[in-house]
């Protein structure tokens, strides 16, 4: 297994960048740096670039609605440029609140417009000429819809690569069986080995059906918190918080992904109790009916005997990739975790 780490996209990017250096040097293999409603992530992924020599770069995520199919192409091959052909286009459909709320964009058919992105951006990246007249997307726009002087137009640069590796951030049945089925790898949040071929395990399967043999294995990106060490599960009680967070206030009753992904791991009540409270304000009673048995599921954390039996687990359910958050305060300590758990890999 490849070991990555994503930025904090709330601040501090600069001690952020220093991390990855120092963790590029001690074996991280891909860093994220992800979007929300934050500084852009592509700034950063270009001066990330800039300071680092070897370590893979990803969007995590870039909202497939905030820019045009051909902007985003384009953004992937030039940040593919810049880092040497080190860069993983992360696509996601974020959710209603931030698409609507933020980007006053409207929140519709996250399926068919990731299927129709992935099939333009693979056109820009291999210098067609960009034609697509898709349900969400045609180009050139007809001439009934605007000026009638659009034109089929190739990308004037000649990229790193002709196929740049797409990442979806996926969650549900369709989203992930498209996934499967287009995509070089896929980024499920809060991942529970032991529940997630119940939970996932046909999607897969319906999506790997259709898949070319071109694209090869998926790679799987869980995201587990990691901390290793004979005194250190009381850092489990950082990920409560977060945990909370998405499955309690990241959407309202009866439209949250996240919530939904915990009602599907068996944890219907706890799901209710946790958004209940989270959306009465009560956030710090939510984090506190976040389960333990899930913050142990989902994270690697605990001795170095028993995280190597974690980590066999997160292999035994296709993981190919840890994104890990390190717990444990100070870059020389998250410098050391990172190392430990490059030695525990093997």
Not at 78 to 94: I, N
Not at 101 to 130: M, N, S
Not at 282 to 300: C, F
Not at 318 to 325: F, I, K, M
Request: net charge negative; hydrophobic share 45%; glycine share 10%.
């Amino acid at each position: 297994m490849r070991i990555g780490t994503g930025l904090n996209y709330s601040g501090g990017f600069a001690e952020s960048v220093a991390d990855v250096v120092a963790l590029e040097k001690a074996g991280l293999d891909i860093a994220f740096v992800p979007e929300a409603y934050s500084f852009d992530a592509v700034s950063q992924l270009g001066f990330l670039a800039a300071k680092t020599e070897r370590v893979e770069l990803a969007s995590g995520i870039f909202q497939i609605y905030t820019r045009t199919p051909s902007l985003t192409a384009m953004t992937a091959a030039g940040l593919d440029f810049v880092s040497g052909g080190r860069f993983t286009l992360g696509l996601g459909a974020s959710g209603p609140q931030v698409i609507e709320g933020f980007h006053g964009v409207k929140y519709d058919a996250p399926l068919g417009r990731t299927r129709e992105i992935i099939d333009i951006c693979r056109q820009v990246w291999r210098r067609e000429r960009v034609v697509h007249d898709g349900k969400h997307y045609q180009i050139p726009l007809p001439a009934d819809q605007g000026t009638g002087l659009g034109k089929p137009l190739k990308l004037i640069n000649h990229p790193v690569r002709e196929r740049i590796p797409i990442l979806l951030a996926s969650l549900g049945p369709k989203n992930v069986a498209l996934t499967a089925e287009l995509a070089e790898g896929w980024e499920p949040i809060f991942f529970h080995p032991e529940k997630a071929a119940d939970v996932w395990g046909a999607s897969l399967a319906e999506g790997k059906a259709k898949r070319d043999p071109s694209l090869g294995e998926l790679d799987v990106y869980a995201a587990p918190a990691l901390a290793i060490g004979d005194d250190v599960d009381h850092l489990l009680e950082q990920v409560r918080p977060l945990v909370a967070l998405y499955v309690g206030g990241m959407g309202a009753r009866g439209k949250n992904f996240y919530n939904d992904l915990a009602v599907r791991y068996g944890y219907e009540a706890e799901a209710k109790q946790i958004q209940d409270l989270y959306l009465d304000g009560k956030k710090d009673e939510a984090a506190a009916a976040v389960p333990m048995e899930l913050l142990r599921a989902i994270s690697l954390v605990g001795p170095a005997g028993y995280v190597k039996e974690r980590l066999a687990a997160f292999a035994e359910a296709g993981v190919t990739t840890l994104n890990v958050s390190p717990l444990q305060p100070g870059r020389e300590a998250r410098v050391a975790v990172v190392s430990k758990l490059k030695d525990l890999i093997g």
